[in-house]
């Protein structure tokens, strides 16, 4: 096979899609993540965007951790593949591209230095980060001259610092972030623990001014399936492509970057010109709800209830006859006329989710979006559930229904090492939540046969909902008339009679 390195790419040797890469292209963003969203996401259309002559930039990354891939991205020359599969407009489609527009990947805890050299880069505009929900967090810890700093916010307050030394504060020199972390409103919250560390630390207040006045911080949603290396299938494409990457990224093809910021800024990261979904926006909770509502709200909806008949994927909701017509009842007639947007792009949307949940190159396990699921459906189907009950008087039939089997899923025993199970088939199930919900959800259906009392009891329980759910309208006869039903015919049973 053919060695993966820009020779051979230069050379023609590599018979893959990609843009020219060019070691004459300015540094422009510095990428703080080196995990498989990052690369199937933002390199990936930085790529593009460079290939289609739009952008001129390149992206120096960095570890977030002390473990990373900077030594694999050195190896082959921090290049790597990313392999887009799904159905598109009904149609399956599958693209390669050989991103080459990463520059250097930088490992920070070895090389502070460099960490820093590029931080004073005068060329670099955009900072992009993706450290886990958990990383845009405050943790105390002392600013140590030459170190990298453990936590993420204080590592861009120690880079910032240095970059307002270099250019003394120049309106000039301020920096763009977008974090890609999935909590709401993450640009605002890292920004507000950086000034917290520049408080803690006892920087000047100039400093603190320059941060303030001429670096900007943007919220943003993003949204793309990234299941990562496709190990199974590795050798056969490794073969097609006629050289080996370990680093090789798969992904489905819809994206959608919403950034909340500046209009101007669109032309500096001018991404949404090569005709990818990124949008710029001064407002980006109706984008939020929209997904959250109708991806999210739509997996937590069916979610349980198809595990509790026997599937496994999401996939297999979307092929099971009855499961699906649910899915689409649910999600056509229930969820999407309450999200505040244009009919005609919410409907659009929820198609484009319906592709998506039947990607056969995506294996999203029901079992994985049920952990948490009281405070999903709390969050992400209760809303429309209010909503909906507003306008007609009553609960919807479907939601209130999702309702009861989330009761019938968190139906569940405690064993003798303290987990909660469940029972599917003859089978159990371990059930991952919060030990008080657990708790709260045993000691309920401990000996009980009336699934009203049941029902009115959970719902009623304000630890479990943050507030009391008898008082929706309808919400608890439903939902007490449904796991009835479930109780006596089971899950798609009751299902068919919706």
Same mark, same amino acid.
């Given at each position: ?257 919403? *950034?909340?910021?500046? /209009?101007?800024? =669109?032309?500096? @990261?001018?991404?949404?010109? +090569? !005709? #990818? $979904?990124? %949008? ?13 509502? *109708?991806?999210?709200? /739509?997996?937590? =909806?069916?979610? @349980?209830?198809?595990?509790? +008949? !026997? #599937? $496994?994927? %999401? ?28 009919? +005609? ?154």
């Amino acid at each position: 096979m053919i060695e993966l390195n820009r020779t051979n790419l230069a050379a023609g040797q590599l018979a893959v899609e990609s843009s020219a890469p060019s070691t004459l292209k300015p540094v422009r963003i510095l990428q703080i993540g080196d995990g498989n969203f990052l690369r199937g996401f933002v390199d990936w259309m930085v790529d593009v965007a460079n290939g289609a002559g739009l952008m001129n930039g390149q992206v120096t990354m960095a570890q977030p951790q002390e473990r990373g891939i900077a030594d694999l991205m050195t190896a082959q020359d921090h290049l790597f593949t990313v392999l887009l599969r799904g159905v598109q407009n009904g149609l399956p489609t599958q693209s390669k591209r050989l991103v080459s527009c990463v520059n250097n990947t930088l490992n920070p805890y070895t090389q502070w230095d460099a960490m820093l050299a590029t931080m004073q880069d005068p060329a670099l505009r955009f900072v992009v980060s993706n450290t886990t929900e958990a990383g845009i967090a405050y943790v105390e810890e002392a600013l140590v001259q030459g170190q990298c700093p453990a936590n993420f916010p204080a590592k861009v307050t120690a880079l910032l610092l240095a970059r307002f030394h270099a250019f003394g504060g120049s309106a000039a020199s301020g920096l763009v972030f977008l974090p890609a972390e999935l909590i709401e409103a993450n640009g605002t919250k890292l920004k507000k623990f950086v000034l917290q560390f520049a408080q803690a630390w006892q920087l000047p207040a100039e400093f603190v001014a320059w941060v303030e006045a001429h670096n900007v911080f943007c919220n943003t949603l993003v949204d793309r399936i990234v299941p990562g290396f496709p190990a199974a299938e590795a050798q056969a494409l490794f073969a097609e492509l006629g050289y080996q990457d370990p680093l090789m990224v798969a992904a489905e093809p819809f994206l959608l970057w919403v *950034i909340e910021g500046p /209009a101007a800024l =669109a032309d500096e @990261l001018p991404l949404h010109k +090569a !005709g #990818l $979904d990124v %949008v710029w926006t001064n407002d980006l909770q109706p984008y939020r709800t929209r997904k959250v509502r *109708i991806l999210n709200g /739509a997996h937590t =909806a069916s979610s @349980l209830a198809s595990y509790c +008949a !026997g #599937l $496994d994927t %999401v996939r297999e909701m979307t092929e099971d006859p009855v499961v699906s017509k649910y899915l689409n009842q649910v999600m056509f007639t229930e969820i999407v006329p309450f999200v505040p947007l244009p009919d +005609a792009e919410r409907r659009a949307y929820a198609e484009t989710i319906m592709e998506r949940f039947a990607n056969p190159h995506i294996r999203h396990e029901l079992s994985s979006i049920a952990l948490n699921s009281v405070s999903k459906w709390q969050v992400r189907v209760l809303p429309t559930v209010k909503d909906y009950a507003a306008q007609h008087g009553q609960a919807p039939a479907g939601l209130s229904f999702s309702l009861a089997a989330l009761l019938k899923f968190y139906q569940c025993e405690r064993t003798a090492n303290g987990e909660y199970v469940g029972q599917r088939q003859g089978q159990t199930y371990p059930i991952k939540d919060n030990a008080d919900i657990l708790a709260i959800m045993s000691a309920a259906w401990q000996g009980a046969t009336d699934m009203a009392q049941v029902a009115s009891t959970l719902l009623a329980d304000t630890r479990l909902w943050g507030e009391d759910l008898t008082r929706v309208p309808g919400l608890a006869e439903q939902t007490a008339a449904s796991l009835a039903r479930i109780q006596a015919v089971g899950i798609k049973g009751a299902m068919s009679a919706l």
